[in-house]
C-alpha cells in the first residue's frame, strides 16, 4: 500500500502493534534464555509518560526496533 493522506492513521496502528509485538517477543526470548542459563539483557530504560491518570511505559530493545522496521514492510504488503 503507498503511504497517501488518507492512510496515514492505518500506518501508525500497524507499526505501533509491530512495535509492541517485537518488545514482547523479544522480553519473552529473554526471559526463555535466562531460564535455560543464558544471562543476558539488551534492554534499555524505560521510555514513556506519567500524567497521574494514566502512565505509560515501554522498554526499549531489539525487538522493539525489529517492530518498527516490520511495521513499515507490512504495511508495504498490505
Known amino acids: 500500500m503507498k503511504l497517501t493522506k488518507k ?3 492505518p500506518l501508525l496502528l ?8 517485537g518488545s514482547f517477543a523479544w522480553f519473552f ?5 535466562q531460564s ?4 543476558f ?5 524505560r521510555i ?7 502512565a ?5 530493545n ?3 526496533v525489529l517492530g518498527i522496521a516490520s511495521g513499515f514492510f507490512v504495511f508495504k504488503a498490505i
Open 36 to 39: 535455560l542459563g543464558f544471562q
Open 29 to 33: 526470548m529473554e526471559i526463555i534464555f
Open 41 to 45: 539483557s539488551l534492554s534499555t530504560g
Open 62 to 64: 531489539p525487538g522493539t
Open 48 to 54: 514513556g509518560f506519567d500524567i497521574k491518570i494514566i
Open 7 to 9: 492512510n496515514v492513521n
Open 14 to 21: 500497524v507499526v505501533i502493534l509491530c512495535t509492541l509485538g
Open 56 to 60: 505509560l511505559y515501554l522498554d526499549i
